[in-house]
């Protein structure tokens, strides 16, 4: 078909929001969904699509032209982007902001040797918030950039926290630090560390004969994800979680505050309010998996980013359209 055939590597948030979004974008379709779990216990939203296991998904690589992988950053994306860019074209979340030069580097002789194209840290944040840090300060480069996220849930530290031995499940919200927002909104370009712009408030359901001591001290120490923070702790049951935690909206904002020539202020802001971030992450995913699929058509293999990504690459329109629709 002339279709751009998609795979999906792991059935989480982001997987099932994957395979929504691809419902959405006609000039795709979804082929097969691979899970560490038993293929056999996973029940897809759309119909007649196969689950398979992770473990034989080499003898698939013919089949599929691009592979998103929904992957967990903590301790997943770490093993399988480098492994699957080994024979797939791949689109992936990561988002350990400290730990992605070495992910470059790991995923890229991947794809390198491979001629496949491994198209990294595409989402929110690290993704479109990305973009618009580096629109800023290329056109003020006189000034300050300043990301706020929430009142929301992060996948990413929600991921997580489930890591932590004891754990049974769990979420976290990560709330801006109002007095933070309101000194960048005054434009005074205040010098703010990671602990002044942010606090975090994890809810946490505990395995049977868990401690709570223990399991509170591994996740605020935890490097990367909550050591920079003052973090909250509260414990809970299932029930509580299923019933009050079940949502997942986020947002946040990127804000450029700087001078052009002659002193005369300038800000650029990008926001975004999000009723699911799993969905609008995928959402990023599929339209980026667009753009990997052509820029390996075109020879641009190995690690990419989305500062590497042409925007036009992004859009089902083909550039004569997009001329005329858009510019
Ligand atoms: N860059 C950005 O802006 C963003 C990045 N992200 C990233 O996306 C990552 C994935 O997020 P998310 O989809 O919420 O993670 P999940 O915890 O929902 O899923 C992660 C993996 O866990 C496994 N899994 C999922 N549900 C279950 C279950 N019930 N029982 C056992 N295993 C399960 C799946 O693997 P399998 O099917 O193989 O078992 C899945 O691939 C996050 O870690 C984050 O880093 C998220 C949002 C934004
Ligand atoms: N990657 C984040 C997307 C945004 C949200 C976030 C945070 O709340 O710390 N950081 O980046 C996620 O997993 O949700």
Partial sequence: SSKIRVGIAGYGNLGRGVELALAQNPDMELVSVFTRRDPASLRLQSAGVPVRALDQIEQYRNDIDVLILCGGSKNDLPEQGPALARWFTTVDSFDTHARIPEYY???????????????????????????????GECVLPVGQTYTFWGKGLSQGHSDAIRRVAGVAGGVQYTLPIEAAVQRVRNGEQPELSTREKHKRQCFVVLEQGADADTVREAIVTMPDYFADYDTEVNFIDAETLARDHAAMPHGGFVIRSGQSGSGSQQVVEYALNLGSNPEFTSSVLVAYARAAYRMNKNGQTGAQTVLDVAPGLLSPKTPAQLRKELL
């Fill in 105 to 135: 580097a790991a995923v890229d002789a991947a794809a390198q040797g491979a001629g496949t194209t491994a198209l990294i840290a595409v989402g929110w944040d690290p993704g479109l918030f990305s973009l618009n840090r580096l629109y």
